[in-house]
């Protein structure tokens, strides 16, 4: 402890925080104007970040996602990761994290062992997801670009890796939909506040 640099206490109060979504939020509103992430020279602030995941969790409430739902995150560190992340948690939701690279079987595995009732995946890897996910529990697929939330540099940077790199397989996932939707169809609702406690997963 004498290591510990000045005002660190040596215990914390475990019971101060219901959740990590009651942290999320107390960051959000103390550190509104600041930078939150960045990705490929694009940040988005903590304000910012708040309202795009409400509006994520708004969507899930609204398509049925109650407490519990298991939601599947498939995609790499870009700036749709956070905001589903909280989103699903402020949904009272339950955050699966897949591995974009998993072959066809090692997510079939994945989503059928935890139950996951909907999948945010990246388009490059659409062609996986789509070879498994009618045998999984798997309800509503929602599927992003890397650039969609760059903003201008994003339209070239999916052009780039559509059409200069080819690094996007052809795929079909009917019934799907666009992040972007997703997100306008929840900024029309409003996020409920789901009570969740220690023993919630």
Known sequence: LKHYPKGI???IDVNEYESLRDVFEESVAKYASR???TCMGKSITFAELDTLSAAFGAWLQGIGGGKGTRVALMMPNIL???V????TLRAGCTVVNVNPLY???ELEHQ???????VLVCVENFGNTVAEVVGRTQVRQTVV???GELLGFKGIIVDYVIRHRKKLVPKFSLPGSIHLSDALAEGRKRALERVEVGHDDI
């Open 9 to 11: 206490p040596a215990e």
């Open 35 to 37: 930078p939150a992430f």
């Open 80 to 82: 749709q990761y956070p």
């Open 84 to 87: 589903c992340l909280f989103g």
């Open 103 to 105: 072959t066809p079987r």
């Open 111 to 117: 989503l059928k062992d935890s139950g996951a009732e």
């Open 144 to 146: 992003t670009s890397i």
